[in-house]
């Protein structure tokens, strides 16, 4: 089945460091990609996505490049801020019958430090 | 917009009895409803799918009797934990889809922590 694998956390970066929390995913078909960001006492939310191989999501400085060839989807940002504390969880869709599933990987806490 | 509340956000309860978790779609009709529950440090794992009007969809290995799901109008589902257990303590999450053209996009609710004791 459908399984996504993303690094451990947490990660512990200062203030305007550069940031990459490694995704990479097993599936069948062809997903659709997503990183969803939960912030402390809050719901998750969708910070980008990227549909197809080669496509690129980006949203508040974050990226991340959709791997066909090494099925992955890293993220990045070259400057964090404090206010990107947080945990971020990679995952992937499997489209059918009008909605899709989500698959996640385990999260990862993010902790910037100013 | 796309906002979904859950209530309660925590809840405690006594062994044997049972509780129930409302998810609302707050500004927005939700043709379709996820539950999730998510153990610490571990992934959120779907536990069914609901349309409105229909009975659940349950994931295999999730007990349809224990963990009964209402999905009762376009901006209402339930779940309720039936004779909880301590193993049943967690966090539970729900999402709502629009089932318009980018109805893969999940809008989450903030969750609910159950403790069972």
């Known amino acids: 089945g459908d399984s996504v694998t993303q690094m451990e956390g947490p990660v512990t970066l200062s203030e305007e460091a550069f940031l990459t929390i490694n995704c990479t995913y097993t599936a069948t078909g062809y997903p659709s990609l997503f990183w969803y960001v939960q912030y402390p006492g809050e719901g998750l939310q969708l910070l980008l996505k990227?549909?197809?191989?080669?496509d690129k999501g980006s949203n508040k400085g974050f990226e991340a490049t959709y791997r066909k060839e090494t099925t992955s989807f890293h993220l990045e940002k070259g400057s964090v801020q404090v206010s990107d504390s947080a945990v971020y969880f990679c995952a992937l869709s499997d489209q059918g019958s009008g909605y899709s599933t989500l698959t996640f990987g385990k999260g990862t806490m993010l902790l910037v430090s100013p | 917009g796309a906002v979904v509340s859950q209530h309660p956000s925590w809840v405690i309860c006594k062994s044997g009895t049972s509780v129930k978790i409302e998810c609302r779609s707050l500004?927005?009709?939700?043709?379709?409803m996820f539950w999730y529950r998510q153990f610490p440090k571990q992934s959120l794992m779907l536990m069914a799918t609901?349309?409105?009007?229909?009975?659940?969809?349950?994931e295999q290995g999730v007990e349809k009797d224990k963990f009964l799901i209402n999905h009762a109008s376009l901006t209402l589902s339930t779940l309720t934990v039936t004779s909880a257990h301590p193993e049943d303590s967690s966090f539970y999450i729900c999402?709502?889809?629009?089932?318009?053209?980018?109805?893969?996009?999940?809008?989450f609710g903030p969750g609910t922590r159950l403790t069972v004791t």
């Open positions: 990227a549909t197809k191989a080669d």
């Open positions: 500004d927005f009709q939700a043709t379709t």
């Open positions: 999402s709502a889809t629009t089932g318009e053209l980018d109805s893969y996009e999940q809008y």
């Open positions: 609901s349309n409105e009007g229909s009975k659940a969809t349950y």
